[in-house]
């Protein structure tokens, strides 16, 4: 008997490829399916996930490989699988569809539509048969198709609604940026935040940088501690639940519980990126070293398990593994037992095992005799009732989670998507930059560099950007994302090696963002003016998981204009940011990171420029000295004939002899050059109105 093959095994989607041999006639989102479709006079079923998601396996597992299931959809559609992670802007339009239909969204995402693409039906997961009080496929399938032959009017009518409604979405008037609208966002924040368990809301609980990021700037800008603890609160809840893997690094997608103890086990390459990103700031915010372990732990995993040997970044490791969800990552107390004979009890207090299982099954509440490895008794408490220092302590637990990572490397590993993705190494190459320099880690700029140039040489092909690399094969149209991620990426490894090609590089990509992403409206569509023409063009100013791309543009823009002094990039940051903070002024905690874009935009910033040569090591003291401390709104040029081109406003700036000096500037106006690494940080304090405790 030989196997089933649809039309998805010459795909290069991971997560296509998984549903290569299932009995669903699936054709991969093209004209292909579209012509079908109209030729038969057929509605698109079109599914929506990624290969790292949980309930997308389930939804398989139940429906697509099921038989019968599979002639039903065969039968009445033409069937379309979408890989989210490979074509966004096809996931944007119809996520944005999802949540205006059932004010939901979610993956899998599934959508029935008509042939031209138009959607008239919405959901995200169905399970085969009816169950939660809601219908199966087995019972919505034949109805779509009673309705779509017997009432092609309603159908029509539903069409025309969807696309009188994408074409003209409801969005706040714009207004302007301000330092209200920043303290509108720390008192949402601050409103939501959960004292107990750190974090904001209630279970599920995700992941939430880019809001501790703005927190930080809050904190910085007003001097506000609560803004602080808040930040400080949370990773530390985070970094001891069980959201985090304690054997071998790295965060879980999301917790299903307050407690940011029972994960859903996907990890991601975008999570690794922002969380590093946040204890690194963390870490010049406060000085307290296990911010710096956070950061280099996350990263160090990201390294190890998500890079591929051209030195690009993987897109995640699944959440299943051996047909269940986590089961690589649970522990029984027996075998917790069996492997570390009579120290598992301090592993086991340390982690909060119970022979019961602590890991609760999501859908039946019940426990399963499995436990995650999260918080338990504390280090204090373990050290003092053995007798023993915390240091020692420390180390014996060490030794025992390196012992329980050794036995975990036996089981059958979660699949990887080896996808390259642009915008996600943009958020990679960003951590990694912006971590070697706060926590004075040579080795993390090398590998940031390593990829940016992977990236550089194999997706930006006659200076347009490609989405996606696997297997030597790149393509698919690069979005608003790609773009600002990247050029994140460039600004944060030019601010940490003062190489000046990388702000060249930064602006080049810039220009074409602003040529073929730009809306007259202010902001940037998330498609080119070029891309294929999808039922809408979608243009995203909410910060989701990853920052919108609006959002991240915003900040690179100031950036770059006050790198450079084109006060041109600056007045189109200013254009964008109108047009998102109508929406940020009513829901400031979903606009975080554009927050932090308006915290550098509204000011004021410093400018400092370094005079001298960049391998000597006065000008490396002065580099260092600005490095280490917390001033998310000061910029860094090191002055040479390179730099002079691109920012002709530093010329002027020269060292004293043969010894480097530096310049602070801000409003256009610099002052007296410091000699020195503590007279540059004394004129910054001075400037900001900040002492060094504050």
């Known amino acids: 008997m030989t196997e089933h093959r649809n039309r998805l095994g010459n795909e290069q989607s991971p997560y296509l490829l998984q549903h290569a041999t299932n009995p669903v006639d699936w054709y991969p989102w093209g004209e292909e399916a579209f012509r079908r479709a109209r030729e038969k006079d057929l509605p698109l079923f079109i599914s929506i996930g990624y290969a790292a998601c949980h309930w997308c396996h389930v939804m398989e597992r139940e429906s697509f490989e099921d038989a019968g299931v599979a002639k039903l959809l065969n039968d009445a559609f033409v069937c379309v699988k979408v890989d989210r992670e490979e074509r966004p802007d096809v996931d944007r ?37 009816p169950r939660f009080g809601g219908p199966g ?44 609208l920043l303290a509108a966002g720390r008192d949402a924040l601050r409103s939501q935040f959960d004292a107990r368990n750190g974090g904001f809301g209630s279970a599920p609980k995700f992941p939430s940088p880019h809001q501790l990021m703005f927190l930080l700037r809050w904190w910085r800008r007003a001097g506000d501690p609560a803004s602080l603890s808040m930040v400080t609160r949370t990773l530390d809840a985070m970094a001891g639940g069980g959201i985090r893997d304690h054997l071998d690094g790295g965060f879980h997608r999301y917790s299903t519980d307050e407690r940011w103890h029972l994960p859903h086990f996907e990890k991601m390459l975008y999570d690794q990126a922002l969380m590093a990103f946040a204890a690194s700031e963390t870490y010049q915010a406060t000085r307290e070293e296990r911010f710096a372990g956070l950061a280099r732990d996350t990263l160090d995993y990201a390294l190890r398990r998500l890079r591929g040997p051209e030195g690009g970044f993987y897109c995640s490791e699944d959440a299943d593994s051996e047909g269940g969800e986590g089961r690589f990552y649970l522990w029984s107390v027996r075998e917790v037992r069996e492997k570390l004979g009579d120290d598992a009890g301090l592993l086991i207090d340390a982690h909060g095992l119970t022979e019961r299982g602590n890991a609760i099954d999501e859908a039946t509440g019940e426990a399963t005799g499995a436990n995650v490895l999260g918080a338990g008794t504390t280090l204090d408490a373990l050290a003092s009732s053995r007798g023993e220092t915390v240091e020692e302590t420390a180390e ?29 190494n943009g958020l990679m190459i960003s951590a990694l930059a912006f971590s070697a320099r706060a926590l004075d880690e040579p080795r993390f700029c090398d590998a940031a560099s390593r990829a940016v140039d992977f990236v550089l040489d194999t997706m930006l092909v006659d200076g347009r950007l490609l989405h996606r690399y696997r297997e030597g094969h790149a393509g698919v149209c690069g979005n608003l994302d790609d773009y600002a991620l990247l050029v994140w990426g460039l600004l944060e490894l030019h601010a940490t090696m003062q190489d000046t090609s990388r702000l060249e590089q930064a602006l080049a990509l810039t220009a074409t963002m602003l040529e073929h992403f730009s809306d007259a409206a202010g902001g940037f569509h998330f498609t080119p003016d070029d891309g294929e023409k999808l039922v809408a063009r979608p ?32 007045d189109v940051a200013y254009r964008a940011a109108g047009a998102v ?7 400031p905690s979903g606009h975080t990171f554009a927050l932090s874009a308006i915290d550098l935009l509204v000011g004021p910033t410093s400018e400092v420029v370094v005079a001298g040569r960049r391998d000597t090591g006065d000008t490396r003291a002065f580099l260092d000295a600005l490095a280490t401390a917390y001033r998310p709104r000061t910029s860094v040029l090191v002055a040479d004939g390179a730099t002079a081109r691109l920012a002709p406003w530093t010329r002027g700036m020269t060292a004293d002899g043969g010894s480097a000096r530096a310049y602070v500037c801000r409003d256009g106006t610099c002052a007296l050059p410091a000699s020195t690494p503590s007279e540059l940080l004394g004129q910054l304090d001075r400037e900001s109105g900040l002492t060094e405790d504050e």
């Open 581 to 587: 903070s109508g929406s940020a002024k009513i829901m």
């Open 137 to 180: 496929l087995t019972e919505i399938i034949p109805k779509i198709v009673e309705l779509y032959r017997q009432s092609p009017g309603e159908i029509a009518r539903v069409t025309e609604q969807v696309r009188a409604s994408l074409g003209s979405p409801r969005t706040p008037p714009p207004d302007e940026p301000s330092v209200s």
């Open 539 to 570: 243009k995203e100013i909410f910060d989701g998981a990853v920052p919108a791309g609006n959002s991240v543009a915003m900040a690179n823009l100031v950036r770059l204009a006050r790198l450079t002094g084109r006060t041109e990039l600056e």
């Open 396 to 424: 014996r637990l060490a030794g025992l989670r390196a012992t329980l990572l050794e036995v975990r490397e036996s089981r059958p590993r979660p699949a990887l998507d080896d996808k390259v993705l642009t915008d996600w």
């Open 93 to 129: 339009v119809y996520m944005d569809v999802a949540m205006m239909m059932t004010g939901r969204g979610g993956w899998p995402l599934t959508i029935i539509a008509s042939p031209d693409g138009t959607p008239f039906f919405a959901a995200t997961y169905i399970p085969r048969e």
